[in-house]
């Protein structure tokens, strides 16, 4: 409604903070329990933790779709109804929740972000628009912009819903399983982004069953299971341990002892895959890198594996 | 020939048959209008139920002297509320419910009138009886047409959104209870509108077919309401016309008509349709057959 | 004392309370199935859809039950057909095909002139019952329940994991089309006793009874029908002493049934809710 409550927030006064918030369903089931942790802007964190801990309801509880029973949650100090009416918070669904045959095109989809800042008949102005194109530019989903979205491969799907948290401009993006389903390139476009983004101050908040490729663009770490297990800088909280706590005994869990794959180094060799690419440790924490350039040959040929699967 | 076009022109030069026409054009494009929400978000049976649940408003309306329009659009409300209500404190399905809650309001209707049976004619009420419309019934039909117009024109862009993605709405700081209680809102308003054109049992036709068929032929939102909104008056005008021919049964005429028209768009649906999907698969095969 | 045993002097109310309990008895076993299969509005669809197949019936001259059957059939055909063939919704198809050929029928039925009463089709005319239709009700009825009961196992199963089913050596193809052909029968039979319209509240609200009551499939079975011969009986009796339509008076019962299952269900009720619920929040 009020572009100029948007820009107010700069990045030095964004925060997110979760305290104590306990959230229970009409069902008597409860999703999460006393969940605390804090982001400040120019964070991407990761939200890990098994199907069912309670990650999709601490999404939930961010966006207002539950209400916490106890505890609250506070965006740039605002309470979540005032900082949805400023456009602070920005969603990327999981692809199985859109409905893909829907009759929209890719520019419809992203003008949809748009509609907080538009007047009470939505009608776009040139403002709009323009942010729209430069979003789309920016995923290069451009030349697209005509295309039904159904039409799309799974990683150009993707990129629309990026852009559309973009032309929202919101300040707290929350990105719910983003390298499901995408090829290589997505996934290298997608990380380049969101470091973009961290760059400009935002705060992203990445759930994902990717252990592996956490420490590559998370700076931060949310372990979560029924309550935040752990959370911090990934250095600190991303360890065997905390993540053998995390996920009990549902993870699956390779441990290489010395007769096995490294011998030579006497290192003992620890692998943890929540099904999708595995998280290793070594000695001295996880071995994982943070970094792919120079190691263009290692992705590729992870890709070609994981594409054999 | 002339004997021809004097039997097509006879409908014509009666002035309560311009008149059914007429009103069935308007209520035929609104309910077409709000088709496009209803097909996309997967209301079809809401729309069933709601237009099933409005007949025991429309009976104690009539005892009390009300305008029809009210009583009906108050069970109307009120069966949705109860439908929610279930669903939300049990573990039944959404179709168990709905079918549940408006089968019961239905018999309600159906037992006052059984009751009390010079007051209301049942049948005028579930086939809609547009041919004897009073001039208060059409005042009370085009009201509620416009608001329904009004509302959807001015708020389609929203109501677009709660279809497609309701979590995004809501991420907008849309409201997005006030979205749901007014896309059922309408879905009861035109379901009285069109309670005397087609009647209770065909309602659900007009407040689904023209979506359907539209969203067979295109792959643009807006495209599909001008599609929908031409389907739904032409088939109105025409079937309504027609039902000259046919004793009366003007619901059953708009409703043929509409179903022979999504039948077509199914068939030869230029990319969505049969035919296209064949044509394609054809392709795909010679492609794979060296 | 005399008034309320009333009802039972008439030989046409005895009639029409045994249809009513054979009829309610078999829909709610079925109902069972399409509540947990989540085809409640096949119920609908296929009730709406007999209509242009009776009309025609009537026209070429073979039991009217035999074009109803067919064209409920040919309208879940079409729908399975449409859904498997394009992109929308299934909820969608169904509310055009079975709209479509309800509308189909009411033109059928205005241009041939018969001797059929719309309102006895739509409402049910289960008082005037004619010479054999109660024994044709009670061999169908019969025939059918026979068939669920016996092979309720193999439904339960198609219902619940058709995957599973698939894997055990079941054809799920012939228990789809074995289903719906129970369930246009059923319709068949029930449409002289509640009529089309409230025909899917006997096919839905029972097995939703009996799902509020337990979550024992066999119990299931049991509460709905229990409570649909309980209604079928109640809703004949009732609806000779208020001179109303009898249709509606059994569907009122049921559902009158169903809201106290909802308040005073033992686990899932509201008030049960309730007791529950202080219990699960961590204080």
Not at chain 1, 107 to 134: C, K, Q, S, T, W
Not at chain 1, 144 to 161: A, C, M, N, T
Not at chain 1, 241 to 266: I, M, P, Y
Not at chain 2, 68 to 97: I, Y
Request: proline letters at 3%; aromatic letters at 8%.
């Amino acid at each position: 409604m009020n572009p100029s409550s948007t820009t107010s927030v700069t990045g030095n006064e964004l925060d997110l903070r979760v305290e104590n918030v306990t959230v229970s369903y009409p069902n008597g089931h409860t999703g999460l329990q006393d969940a605390s942790f804090a982001l400040h802007a120019g964070t991407i964190c990761a939200l890990v933790g098994v199907n069912g801990s309670g990650k999709s309801t601490l999404f939930k509880a961010i966006m207002g779709l539950v209400r916490p029973v106890t505890g609250r949650v506070r965006i740039a100090g605002r309470t979540v109804r005032d900082a949805l009416k400023a456009n602070l918070v920005a969603y990327v669904p999981q692809a199985e929740e859109v409905d893909w045959s829907f009759p929209v095109s890719v520019r419809d989809v992203v003008m949809m972000g748009r509609y907080g800042h538009m007047n009470f008949l939505r009608i776009p102005r040139a403002e709009d628009r323009r942010l729209v194109e430069e979003s789309l530019r920016r995923v290069d989903m451009w030349d697209y912009r005509d295309r039904q979205i159904g039409e799309l491969s799974g990683g150009q799907k993707k990129r629309v819903f990026l852009a559309r948290a973009l032309a929202q401009q919101g300040r707290v993006i929350l990105l719910d399983e983003p390298f499901t389903g995408v090829d290589v390139n997505t996934e290298l476009a997608i990380i380049a982004l969101l470091r973009e983004l961290r760059g400009e101050g935002r705060i992203m908040l990445v759930s994902t069953h990717n252990l592996g490729s956490v420490p590559e663009y998370c700076d931060h770490v949310v372990l979560i299971k029924r309550t935040v297990m752990a959370a911090g800088a990934t250095t600190d909280v991303y360890t065997e341990e905390n993540l053998l706590n995390t996920f009990g005994g549902v993870l699956r869990h390779f441990r290489f002892g010395d007769s096995t794959v490294q011998k030579h180094d006497a290192r003992a060799v620890t692998l943890l895959t929540d099904d999708e690419r595995p998280l290793v440790f070594g000695k001295g924490g996880h071995v994982e890198y943070s970094e792919r350039r120079g190691r263009e040959d290692v992705v590729k040929e992870r890709a070609e594996g994981e594409e054999d699967e | 020939m002339t004997d021809l076009l004097h039997t097509l022109a006879l409908p014509l030069s009666y002035d309560y048959m311009l008149k059914a026409i007429l009103v069935s054009g308007v209520v035929g494009a609104v309910c077409a209008f709000l088709s496009c929400f209803v097909t996309l978000k997967g209301w079809s049976l809401m729309g069933d139920a709601i237009s099933h649940a409005v007949v025991p408003g429309v009976a104690v309306a009539y005892y009390i002297g009300w305008p029809f329009a009210v009583g009906a659009f108050a069970t109307g409300v009120l069966a949705s509320a109860g439908m929610g209500f279930v669903k939300r404190k049990t573990k039944l399905r959404e179709d168990a419910v709905i079918g549940v809650v408006f089968t019961a309001f239905f018999a309600l209707g159906v037992l006052l009138i059984s009751l009390f049976p010079s007051e209301v004619d049942l049948r005028s009420i579930v086939f809609g009886n547009i041919l004897g419309i009073s001039d208060a019934d059409v005042r009370q039909m085009l009201i509620i047409s416009a608001i329904t117009v009004g509302v959807l024109g001015l708020r389609w862009r929203d109501l677009m959104l709660f279809c497609f993605d309701a979590n995004q709405a809501r991420a907008l700081g849309l409201n997005t209870t006030l979205l749901h209680l007014t896309l059922l809102a309408l879905l009861s308003a035109t379901a009285v509108a069109s309670l005397q054109t087609v009647g209770a049992a065909l309602v659900v036709a007009m407040l689904v077919t023209p979506g359907a068929t539209a969203y067979l032929l295109t792959d643009r939102f807006g495209r599909m309401i001008a599609i929908a909104v031409g389907m739904g008056l032409g088939t109105s005008l025409v079937g309504a016309y027609a039902s000259y021919f046919f004793d009366g049964s003007t619901g059953g005429c708009i409703v043929t008509l509409q179903s022979l028209l999504f039948i077509v768009a199914l068939v030869f649906g230029p990319k969505h349709g049969l035919l296209a999907a064949r044509a394609k698969r054809r392709a795909a095969a010679s492609l794979a057959t060296p | 004392m005399n008034t309320l045993l009333e009802p039972f002097q008439f030989p046409f109310m005895v009639e029409a309370m045994i249809a009513a309990v054979a009829v309610g008895a078999v829909c709610a076993v079925l109902s069972c199935y399409l509540v947990l299969k989540g085809w409640s509005l096949m119920g609908d669809a296929i009730s709406h859809a007999v209509l242009p197949g009776i009309v025609i019936a009537y026209v070429v001259g073979v039991p009217l039950a035999i074009g109803a059957f067919c064209s409920g059939l040919l309208c879940a055909v079409l729908t399975g057909f449409i859904k498997a063939n394009s992109r929308v919704k299934e909820d969608t198809v169904m509310g055009v095909v079975f709209t479509g050929m309800f509308a189909f029928g009411l033109v059928l039925f205005t241009k041939v002139k018969s001797d059929l009463h719309l309102d006895h089709i739509l409402f049910g005319n289960i008082l005037g019952l004619a010479e054999g239709d109660l024994r044709d009700t009670l061999i169908v009825a019969g025939l059918t329940l026979a068939i669920v009961l016996g092979l309720r196992r193999d439904l339960l199963l198609f219902c619940f994991d058709p995957g599973h089913a698939r894997t055990v050596g079941l054809h799920n193809t012939v228990l789809n089309y074995l289903l719906l052909s129970l369930l246009a029968v059923t319709i068949v039979v029930s449409l002289k006793a509640v009529g089309i319209i409230l025909v899917i509240a006997m096919l839905v609200a029972p097995g939703c009874i009996g799902l509020l009551l337990t979550d024992r499939f066999e119990r299931m079975l049991v509460i709905a029908t229990i409570s649909a011969v309980f209604s079928g009986f109640a809703g004949v009796y009732v609806s000779f002493f208020l001179n109303a339509s009898t249709g509606a008076c059994i569907v009122l019962l049921q559902a009158l049934l169903f809201v106290l299952a909802l308040i005073f269900a033992p686990k899932n009720g509201l008030r049960a809710g309730r007791r529950r619920r202080p219990g699960a929040l961590p204080v």
